[in-house]
């Protein structure tokens, strides 16, 4: 199977279809959960292992476990520099450097460069935006995500969709406030739990059971951390994780809107259960680096320009107020945000 070809698609029979498309949250939380789902597929055990492993040999998927969720596990928050270009990649080089910043991004904007800093608590986050800023010589603009009402990068890609989630008629989404202060009650076991499957569950018939075996615990106090961790927020969703950008999905828009307070909780509602929204936010305003927007939407699109037709759509009907379009150009880090020091702190 070759993603380079663009005849990806044709390659995935039916079963491979399901499992790229029905397995990317709700994957089982059992001793062995390859043979709850080949029993929901039609196959074995082992078959569904095997084909797990080959889509992620393939590239459709970049890897199989848990998403974690930073502003919850740690202290997470959303920052930007306006990079000189002749300076451009020496700022990213500092930036990146930093093994808390997880996520970095070239923007079409006056604000060209942005990345996510995540750690074990307020304090050591701030330090190290001091620490970026002391060292490139530049203002951060520091946005941390005050409330959530939707997020998620789940959508079905093995389709012809324009855009992400075009077949999917709705989405549930509500205001959930973010604190900026590491809010996590973790156990010891969690502890050890979220350290070993940062980078994802192994791929074995056994998953849980290898996992107990790293962290010395039972398989039981696994699965229990799992699921607590789980309804507690500290993970998102379990499941295979889709490879958006090789799968055709490699156009996105950061779109800021300039939204009345106190219509932010209403509108950010009505637009986060909009499904072709696959994020959407809550973050300050920043009067004094002249940033008046607080929602923050994303869409993502296998063109431009069905992008655009969406925020569109999105300024017309749902958010008639002033807003920016940051389309993201280039990569400048994509990680995991790590877990080493939040979870030791």
């Known amino acids: ?106 923007r079409e904007h ?41 997020i998620d990068l789940e959508f079905p890609v093995v389709n012809g969709d324009r855009f992400a989630r075009e077949s999917i008629s709705e989405t549930d989404a509500s205001a959930t406030r973010i604190s900026e202060d590491a809010a996590a009650n973790l156990s010891a076991v969690d502890r050890r739990l979220l350290l070993e499957i940062q980078d994802g569950f192994p791929l074995t018939e056994t998953p849980y059971r290898d996992v107990a075996a790293a962290v010395d615990a039972s398989v039981d106090d696994v699965l229990d951390s799992v699921v607590t961790l789980r309804e507690d927020g500290c993970i998102k969703r379990i499941g295979c994780v889709v490879n958006h950008v090789t799968t055709g999905f490699d156009n996105n828009c950061m779109v800021v809107w300039n939204v009345p307070d106190d219509e932010l909780d209403a509108w950010g509602e009505t637009v986060g259960a909009l499904p072709y929204v696959t994020l959407c936010y809550h973050r300050p305003r920043r009067p004094g680096q002249d940033w008046q927007y607080n929602l923050f939407t994303m869409i993502h699109g296998r063109e431009t320009e069905a992008v655009d037709t969406k925020i569109d759509e999105l300024a017309g009907e749902y958010l008639p107020v002033e807003h920016e379009r940051l389309y993201s150009t280039e990569t400048l880090k994509q990680t995991g945000a790590r877990y080493d020091e939040i979870v030791g702190e």
């Open 110 to 150: 006056e604000w060209n460069m942005w990345f996510v800093v995540t750690a074990g608590s307020r304090e050591k986050r701030d330090a190290i935006i001091d620490d970026i800023e002391s060292k490139t010589g530049l203002s951060v603009l520091v946005l941390p995500m005050l409330t959530d009402y939707y």
């Open 1 to 106: 199977m070759s993603l380079q070809s663009g005849d990806w698609r044709s390659e995935l029979d039916d079963v491979d279809a399901a499992l790229v498309d029905g397995y990317q949250s709700g994957f089982p939380v059992a001793e062995r959960p390859f043979a709850v789902v080949g029993d929901d597929l039609g196959i074995d055990a082992a078959d569904a292992l095997t084909r797990v492993r080959d889509l992620r040999e393939a590239g459709l998927f970049r890897r199989f476990g848990p998403v974690l969720n930073p502003p919850v596990i740690g202290s997470s928050t959303l920052a930007a520099v306006a990079a000189p270009e002749d300076r451009f990649d020496e700022v990213a080089e500092v930036i990146n450097d930093h093994r808390q910043v997880n996520h970095n991004y070239r």
